[in-house]
T-cell receptor
Framework: DAKTTQPPSMDCAEGRAANLPCNHS???????VYWYRQIHSQGPQYIIH???NNETNEMASLIITEDRKSSTLILPHATLRDTAVYYC????????????FGKGTRLSVIA | GAVVSQHPSWVICKSGTSVKIECRSL??????MFWYRQFPKQSLMLMAT?????????EQGVEKDKFLINHASLTLSTLTVTSAHPEDSSFYIC????????????FGPGTRLTVL
């Protein structure tokens, strides 16, 4: 079973920031928070991951609360091509533990 | 990021036939590969985990005799759907991981299987 909770869908205006929340209240100390997205009929694409510090890369920013029970993925300037299902996943980074996907959030970027 | 390819990208077959899907890591050696299945409007469901040179480990409810997985080399894993039926129609996605510690999981583009 997925250990995260996400809203099923969100809308965002093109050019605005998209803030996608994720609840992971049962996260363990050795689990990272990963974000992937899946554009229709494609394989998932890695976005970003973090343990406890906020992270930023060329695609997005990840804000993790101090208690690590929730996080927010921020797409600073959403474009139509960011329309996808976004998955928040917690995973222990050791051994061969696979990514287990929940239902994700369907983000629709609107012109 | 690393590139994972799948072949074919889509396949249509008759009920009762077998279909083989290939997954290749193009620019890295994948010690572990994962196979997922995705039905329309649903999330990805993990089917099995395979390590190079070892037998695959299947998730509960996945028939190992129906979904044959071979991971004979560090760059190739195959999934064979044997005696396919219409209910096996789905989007099959492979994923590859290098090493056993802190390494990302990279996904292939998926294979759309339609069984008539």
């Amino acid at each position: 079973d997925a250990k995260t909770t996400q809203p099923p869908s969100m809308d965002c205006a093109e050019g605005r920031a998209a803030n996608l929340p994720c609840n992971h209240s049962t996260i363990s100390g050795n689990e990272y928070v990963y974000w992937y997205r899946q554009i229709h009929s494609q394989g998932p694409q890695y976005i970003i991951h973090g343990l406890k510090n906020n992270e930023t890369n060329e695609m997005a920013s990840l804000i993790i609360t101090e208690d690590r029970k929730s996080s927010t993925l921020i797409l600073p300037h959403a474009t139509l091509r960011d329309t996808a299902v976004y998955y928040c996943i917690v995973r222990v980074v050791s051994g061969n533990t696979p990514l287990v996907f929940g239902k994700g959030t369907r983000l629709s970027v609107i012109a | 990021g690393a590139v994972v390819s799948q072949h074919p990208s889509w396949v249509i077959c008759k009920s009762g036939t077998s279909v083989k899907i290939e997954c290749r890591s193009l620019d890295f050696q994948a010690t572990t590969m994962f196979w997922y299945r995705q039905f329309p409007k649903q999330s990805l469901m993990l089917m099995a985990t395979s390590n190079e040179g070892s037998k695959a480990t299947y998730e509960q409810g996945v028939e190992k005799d129906k979904f044959l997985i071979n991971h004979a080399s560090l760059t190739l894993s195959t999934l064979t759907v044997t005696s396919a039926h219409p209910e096996d129609s789905s989007f099959y996605i492979c994923s590859a991981k290098a090493g056993s510690s802190y390494n990302e999981q990279f996904f292939g583009p998926g294979t759309r299987l339609t069984v008539l």
